[in-house]
């Protein structure tokens, strides 16, 4: 009876790049070289969803890593060095963020608490809420340009911190760069060059240390494998601390995104209209053959009531009654869609900012806890600054709208009866009569949008100005080309006449010459060099404590996917140990390798340095029925680490043994208990004194399977579900198993017996519910089976007796 239960078998059309299970269901992403992003269920390897490559995030993923509640997908693209935090649930970009370099690993670990310490910081986390009003969500009738974000993304950006407890996104780079981003957003620290390239990495979950697999080339042009573990004991020491700052700066980030979004909609909501008018507009200037100026076509029809033949050419002709009337509304209804966007979004959103900004800068003044993270408060206040700075632009934009609204009112409705009067139709008595404050509405109007500085027009590519609401929302560096009129305001006055006043930094400098786009900007460069500070100086006191060249990458060694060549980490969290697991072809094909180090870099690890020979005897029957033995010399192909105490391995048979494939279960118990001791060389590589490693012999018993058909190459587990997914050689055949179950047949019907788990565990995991659920759903599963097969034997016995 073969071990481990096969429930999913397929073959993909792509090479497979990268695989990772979710930790907490029977969930798996796979990554592939087009650069496509698929998630499936355990269930016969069903597809739940797939992410398309795009030219805005990248095409070609070079990294995966689950956050540890499972809701979110981290990948990384290597052709944009772009970071995408990914919905699972909805298979959507949340959040994007560029890296140092070109990301090769990556690892998203949790704190494990083992006190209360945080316990106070975690019941100050919903103080916020008794101050600040819920922020609402974006309107459904935008989209973004970018069309990377959905509609009502602001729900679920503001739910990307997840659990209170402290999680940490790691990436290692081509580079030998490292960072550390709190719960996926803020980046929390930035490691000082690491000495080659990254090949994997784990962060233990006591924050202590920070262990790495490199490839670095010698001085002799050799390419060695190396272990690097560094010591982040500043992070564990200021745990609560490090929680407290990561959780307010991440909320700051997701803030930034939320004001960057609702910017979005407001230029989206008036660019439809803005093109409407440049369209209809400049084509009427582009053909009319006088050489008066649309400022004074229009004069002449407000005074005089009298237009030239090409201007009336474009009112009936292009515009029309009917069309005039709908761009009135369309353009009344844009401005309304902008104000409640500044009122409701703008506004609640940068008073949450201040708020967040404020609780930081107290943080920054209670030195003796957050002095050493890097928090300064004087940078702190230029946020603070900035973003009242923000506050200031987004009312005068507010006013702007005001004033604008009443001037297109009253323009369009002089327009709409000269248009009535042109086609001799009746004016209705409410619409014919315009008070002297219309007429100075309209000449407002008129002298605004229609400037005669030729000047003007170069710069921005037009004709003229269409509205002065639309140059606050442009992302250009230039100055406004309408900015507003201070002439008469009495308190712009006040303050330039006082000398205390005039520089005093209680006041928010208003730059009345710049957009609401370029204020922004410059609002989150501020905030940005406000946060990069405690990263410099907790990625500062990150210091290398081990360094241990394990062995020389052969150099007939076959082109592997980055992400499934070994060494594989692993950290222990009850042990608090680093693991890693590798082998060394060129020197011992036959030999696994295992390294342990403790998470504190000081504490010594007893059997660090271990092998187990791969030369085993499988327990086997014969037709008869009687038990033989057969001897198999095996090398290992892939090892990851199942739990703490276990491995699970593919091996390849020797080719005199016909080259068979195995999965196996390797228990690491029994190598745990060497009495000798490993005496490192420092001025030589592990594989130079491998001879000395204690050496024990492989213990399968019956935690193996022969996968037929199937040149098995790598393999991806997750012991907290029991699954694993072995992929073949040429990267695109794969087949999925459960660990805890054996096949209830013969081989020759596997195929049936996996489709009928299939079936029967396809509503248990669908539900992705907790492991508890999915094997009492097995075990019924398993004695309905059994009653079919009772009442087939008790049939056959029936037939034979008759």
Known sequence: MPAFRQVGEKQLPNPVLCMAWSPKRDLIALANTTGELLLHRLASFQRVWSLPPSEYTGKEITALAWRPDGKILAFSLGDTKQVVLCDVEKAEVLHMFPAQSSVTCMNWMEVVEENSVLG????????????????????????????IFSEEKSDEILNLLGEVRLNILVLGGDAGSVELYAYGMYKIATLGKVAGTCRSLSLSSDLRSLS?????????????????????GLLSDCLPEVTRMARKFTHISTLLQYLHLSLTCMCEAWEEILMQMDL????????????????DEFLDLLLWGQSSPELQALLMNQLTVKGLK?????????????????????????????????????????????????????????????????????????????????????????????????????????????????????????????????????????????????????????????????????????????THLKESPLLFPSYPQKS?????????????????????????????????????????????????????????????????????????????????????????????????????????????????????????????????????????????????????????ASSLSFETEFHWEPSLRLDQQHSTIPCQGLVLGNQWRELENMKAQFVVV?????????????????????????????????????????????????????????????????????????????????????
Not at 622 to 635: E, L, R, T
Not at 641 to 648: C, G, Q
Not at 772 to 780: C, F, I, Q, T
Request: contains cysteine.
């Open 718 to 802: 997750n012991g907290i579900r029991k699954v694993a997914c072995v992929l073949s050689a040429n990267l695109r055949h794969i087949r999925v198993f459960e660990m805890d179950v054996e096949d209830e047949d013969d081989e020759g019907a596997d195929s049936q017996n996996a489709s009928a788990d299939q079936e029967g565990l396809e509503t248990t995991i669908s539900s992705q519910g907790v492991v508890e659920e999915n094997l009492e759903s097995e075990g019924e599963s398993r004695v309905q089976e059994g009653d079919m097969f009772q009442k087939s034997e008790e049939l056959l016995q029936s037939q034979e007796a008759l």
């Open 280 to 295: 209809r507009l400049t084509k009427f200037v582009q053909e009319k053959n006088t050489s008066t100026q649309v400022q």
């Open 516 to 668: 609401l786009h370029f204020v922004k900007r410059m609002m989150e460069s501020v905030i940005e060099l406000c946060l990069q500070k405690p990263a410099e100086v907790i990625g500062k006191s990150v210091k290398q404590a081990v360094f241990f060249p394990l062995y020389a990458v052969p150099d007939n060694s076959e082109k592997i996917p980055r992400l499934f060549q070994l060494p594989s980490l692993w950290n222990d969290k009850k042990g608090k140990m680093h693991c890693v697991v590798f082998c060394m072809p060129g020197i011992s094909p036959s030999k696994l390798y295992l390294l342990r180090k403790g998470t504190d870099p000081n504490r010594h690890v007893p059997n660090s340095f271990m092998s187990i020979d791969l030369s085993h005897y499988l327990d086997s029957t014969d037709d008869d029925g009687v038990a033989a033995q057969s001897h198999y010399v095996y090398s290992c192909l892939d090892a990851r680490f199942y739990d703490d105490e276990m491995l699970t391995v593919v091996l390849q048979g020797s080719e005199d043994q016909n080259s068979r494939h195995v999965l196996a279960q390797v228990s690491l």
């Open 326 to 498: 709908k761009l009135g509304q369309s353009i009344e209804s844009s401005y309304s869609s902008i104000q409640k966007l500044v009122i409701s979004h703008l506004q609640s959103g940068s008073e949450a900012l201040l708020y967040q900004l404020s609780e930081v800068r107290g943080m920054s003044l209670w030195k003796q806890k957050f002095e050493r993270l890097g928090l300064d408060s004087e940078a702190i206040d230029g946020a603070i600054t900035a973003v009242g700075s923000f506050s200031l632009k987004a009312n005068e934009l507010l006013q702007v709208i005001d004033k604008s609204m009443k001037n297109f009112k009253a323009f369009f409705r002089w327009l709409y009866v000269a248009m009535l009067r042109m086609c001799d139709e009746h004016v209705p008595p409410e619409l014919n009569k315009m008070t002297q404050k219309d007429i100075a509405f309209v000449a407002d109007f008129l002298s605004e949008h229609f400037s005669e500085n030729e000047e003007l027009f170069d710069r921005k590519g037009k004709y003229f100005n269409v509205e002065r609401v639309g140059q606050y929302l442009k992302d250009e560096d230039e100055d406004l080309v309408s900015p507003p009129n201070t002439n008469g305001n009495q308190w712009l006055k006040f303050l330039q006449e006082s």
């Open 212 to 232: 790495l697999i490199t490839e670095v080339q010698s001085a002799d042009s050799i390419l060695e494998i190396c272990y690097v573990q560094l010591d982040t």
């Open 120 to 147: 106070s910081f975690h019941n100050a986390e919903d103080e916020s809420k008794f101050f600040l009003p819920d922020l609402p969500t974006l309107p459904k009738s935008y989209s973004t340009t970018s069309k």
